[in-house]
Structures are given as C-alpha cells and as structure tokens.
C-alpha cells in the first residue's frame, strides 16, 4: 500500500481507500463530493478546517496499514 502524505489529493486518496471518509467528516469536512473538497491536498482542507494535518495523516495511514 501506498503511504499518503500532506500534498495527497482527497479525490485520489478517497478513490483508492472510501473507508477513511469517516476521518474527514470527523474534522469537519462533510462536503467530500463536491469537486472543490475533491480537488485539494489534505494539507489545504487541514488548513481550511483548522485541523492537525500530521494526524489526519497518521491515522489515515494506519488505517490503510502503511
């Protein structure tokens, strides 16, 4: 499995593991469908949403088993 960092776009990292969209709910981010959310990094919504990007990052990667 691919290890996700920072400059990962939602769209792809959703495409490839649809179990992790809990994890962006969790911060806040409920639009996952529209294609402004799909088209950035997760560092950008992180900013956006005022969330810990190394840890959305961690658990995303824990979660895929990275």
């Known amino acids: ?3 996700i ?3 990962a776009i939602i ?3 959703l495409d490839m593991y649809p179990q992790v969209a809990p994890f962006f709910f ?3 981010m409920h639009c996952l469908g529209c294609p402004s ?3 950035e ?3 950008q919504a ?3 949403h005022s969330a810990d990007c190394d840890a ?3 658990k995303i990667n824990n979660a895929i088993g990275a």
């Open 41 to 43: 990094t997760i560092e």
């Open 37 to 39: 959310a799909r088209g």
């Open 46 to 48: 992180c900013m956006v």
């Open 26 to 28: 969790e911060m806040g």
């Open 11 to 13: 769209g792809d990292v």
């Open 56 to 58: 959305l990052i961690e």
């Open 5 to 7: 960092t920072k400059d």
């Open 1 to 3: 499995m691919n290890k």
